[in-house]
């Protein structure tokens, strides 16, 4: 069956500029999980939503960046004038409910000039 | 607060040869352990999980892996590594306490030589 799928796959983006990022779980899945990966690290959390409550935005680095999953299925992530340091992969992952292991996407890589 | 450390950021192994990546955590409460690969341009695939009961999880691809609570560790085994295996290795925990995120170690290249 089809997995988690997020676009797009490259975003580059001019320093002030806003970008939206989206994610599609796999059908089913009551939580959906954000994690930001930096060059060479491991990921880390951002947020966590079950059904279309944002349940825990512990992870978020600032006000800039936001997430919504208004019908409990697609999620997006904004994140708001861009800053260099935003540089990353987003990786989305969903899982059956917040037990279970989580399924990721491919990643966004956003690059930030 | 929970945390991942992965000691080694390269594994280099023999095709053939027994393939270890270590991996140690800390949480307050009972930890739900996880295993993930990453392959180049990819996301992060599940290898993986202890939640309870058996001690030796076996996971896909031929991968087990080992809890030990004592030693706090979860290492990652193969008993005989292919070139293929070759990628980035991330040891997850997720502790109830701290809510359903999980948190990641820095990650384990692996290299399987022929």
């Known amino acids: 069956g089809a997995g988690v799928s997020q676009s797009p796959r490259y975003k580059v983006a001019k320093r002030g500029q806003d970008v939206a990022l989206r994610c599609d779980p796999i059908?089913?899945?009551?939580?959906l999980f954000w994690y930001q990966q930096a060059l060479g690290q491991g990921p880390e959390f951002l947020t966590y939503?079950?059904?279309?409550?944002?349940?825990?935005k512990s992870g978020l680095p600032s006000d800039r960046f936001f997430a919504e999953r208004p019908e409990g299925s697609v999620s997006t992530l904004k994140i708001q004038r861009t800053q260099q340091e935003d540089s990353a992969v987003y990786l989305c992952?969903?899982?059956?409910?917040?037990?279970?292991?989580?399924?990721f996407g491919p990643g966004t890589r956003l690059t930030v000039l | 607060a929970q945390s991942v450390a992965q000691p080694e950021d390269q594994v280099n192994v023999a095709e053939g040869n027994p393939l270890t990546v270590k991996c140690t955590y800390s949480?307050?409460?009972?930890?739900?352990l996880f295993w993930y690969v990453q392959y180049p341009n990819r996301g992060l695939q599940f290898l993986l999980k202890?939640?309870?009961?058996?001690?030796l999880v076996k996971g896909s691809y031929g991968f087990e892996a080992e809890f030990n609570k004592s030693q706090t560790s979860f290492h990652l085994k193969k008993p005989s590594a292919l070139v293929s295996d070759s990628a980035l290795y991330f040891c997850?925990?997720?502790?109830?306490?701290?809510?359903?995120?999980?948190?990641f170690g820095g990650g384990t290249r692996v290299l399987v030589k022929p």
């Open positions: 992952a969903s899982s059956l409910t917040r037990l279970d292991e989580q399924f």
């Open positions: 059908s089913g899945h009551v939580s």
């Open positions: 939503f079950q059904n279309e409550a944002q349940l825990d």
């Open positions: 949480v307050s409460g009972n930890p739900y």
């Open positions: 202890y939640i309870t009961g058996d001690n």
């Open positions: 997850a925990v997720r502790d109830k306490a701290a809510g359903n995120k999980l948190t």
